[in-house]
């Protein structure tokens, strides 16, 4: 092969440069500079292409790091995905609110706190770390978790920032935080009860929270409002912390019920627990005694009887029953607490709260036609309300003569305050029962109840009420110019074989105002003492219907009732309750 020589010229800096002629040949040893040219450029290759593999590879590695870290960070490790992925979707659970607009439950986003024992450098060492700032953590068991095989174990969920901060600040190898929601409750323990509380998860567990469950996970968390007064519930239970206190009482109920609709402003019970930490009360605490306890409400039951009885036509107010002597029935004897030895009428009985004479008057009218009138009532069932707390009530085995006369007055029978008062915002709503709810009504919304007793008999058991504050035994619950209508209610606690005097159930039901009825209102005390101020009387009388009169007094401006100028008969109840202690019974 020849290579014909030529030349090239190249300027630089104005100049022409010459560049040497080619060989006119190909040296001899071109063949083998050839090859080694070939093989450096394979090895290039093979060099290039496997830097591309390996590109490629780590590119595919990092971007399955970034999914795992994105589905980590979505649903959480695999160990505690049911875990999160309840939490995700209860991230939507909505606002709980009062009839105001006062939160009463809201959702915030919370730092959890995991670790990933593989890569805890000492178990014991680490428990102990963390105990400095979360105190209340038990070393041994952290100790056991962290020195598992899982990848995943939690320490400590829905911390404080403080919190955070302190566990952060530690440095430890193996731990980690997550966000997740945490169901808050802004009002604590007021209102407790009514509200309810979640799970870890934000399940409902109790109380509206429990009650519309479904209502608050539906669509992007609808918040739903509560028929519950804050502003009432407030006086309600101040009211009720302080009647505990005086009386040194086990428990206390107190129940606000409007009668037109049903739409509950206030229950109260106590005691109570913080929603917020539900696990630090015991079951007491976190037992609803409006709803989930049943009770023998004693002599508040004497106006179902009084109004069975005028509804059936089998009494009328001035029908007489002889109450001279105690009545003989079953191998039973039934006194009255303060008998007058005589023969009353139906309207005395009331007023006196004579036990003979309520058994006299439902054993004239039969014990079908009793079980027939409080099954319209809805006292043979739970109450009809929202809360699956609503207990049922304690019916008698058996439902002879003496059920018919103890029940009577209270006694054989045990309902839920919910149902009782329900029962007696029947009575005050013209005869008509609406089913008791938590939920607020429209001001145009029509309300549809059931009528249970005529227009005539509902007024005159109201007026026997009114008469009973003004006249009888419930004089302490008059509330200057709101003028209450009530009945004093105190019955035995039952033990192992009979009932135990000393230990008593004491309430008041009542309404307001008599003239216009508007809203019910029942107080019950569990085991009451009687002090100097009652003369050492623990009953009804005594505890719950000043308890009622002061309710009364503090929420009718609330509920925009207005106050009428006192009549002779508030002024004649007060005078007389100060004046003859011995008439509460």
Known sequence: MRLWPFRRQVSAKSRSVALPP???????????????ESDETKALDAARSRLRVMGMSLAVGFLLLAGRAVDIAVMGPANAAPV??????????????????????????????????????????????????????????????????????????????????????????????RMEPRRVYPRGRLASHIVGYTDRDMAGLAGAERAFDSALLSGDGRPVALSIDMSVQFHVDEVLRSTIADFEAEAAVGVVMNVGTGEILSMVSLPDFDPNRPTDADAGGRLNRAAQSVYEMGSTFKAFTVAMALENGTATLESGYDA?????????????????????????????????????????????????FLGDLRLLERAPIELAESADPLLPRQWGPTETATISYGHGLAVSPIA??????????????????????????????????????????????????????????????????GKTGTAEKPSRGGYDRNRLISSFSAVFPADDP????????????????????????????PAIGDIVSRIAPILGVERAEADHGERAALIRAALMPEMIP
């Open 22 to 36: 080619l060989a006119e040949a190909a040296p001899a040893d071109m063949s083998r500079l050839l090859r080694i």
């Open 324 to 372: 001279s002597n105690p009545l003989q029935i079953g191998g039973h004897t039934i006194h009255d607490y303060h008998a007058e030895n005589r023969r009353l009428t139906l309207s005395e009985i009331f007023t006196h709260s004579s036990n003979i004479g309520s058994s006299l008057i439902a054993l004239e009218a039969g014990a079908d036609a009793q079980r027939g």
């Open 518 to 545: 508007q809203y019910a209102v029942l107080v019950l005390l569990d085991e009451p003492h009687g002090n100097e101020s009652t003369y050492g009387y623990a009953t009804g009388g005594w505890t719950a219907a």
């Open 84 to 177: 999160t992925r309840q939490a995700a979707h209860a991230e939507t659970r909505g606002d709980l609110f009062d009839r105001t607009g006062q939160v009463l439950a809201t959702t915030l986003q919370t730092h959890s706190l995991y670790a990933d024992p593989s890569l805890v450098w000492d178990a014991r060492e680490t428990a102990e770390a963390l105990a400095t700032v979360l105190p209340d953590i038990d070393v041994d068991a952290l100790t056991e978790d962290l020195g598992g095989r899982g990848r995943f174990v939690w320490v400590r969920r829905n911390l404080t920032p403080r919190q955070r901060q302190a566990v952060f600040s530690l440095g430890l190898p193996g731990l980690g935080f």
């Open 420 to 485: 009782t008062i329900a029962a007696f915002a029947a009575i005050a709503n013209d005869g008509v029962y609406v089913p008791p709810t938590l939920l607020p009504v429209a001001a145009d919304e029509t309300i549809v109840g059931e009528r249970v007793m005529s227009s005539e008999a509902a007024r005159a058991v109201i007026d026997l009420m009114r008469e009973n504050v003004t006249d009888g035994t419930g004089g302490y619950a008059e509330a200057i110019g709101y003028r209450v209508a």
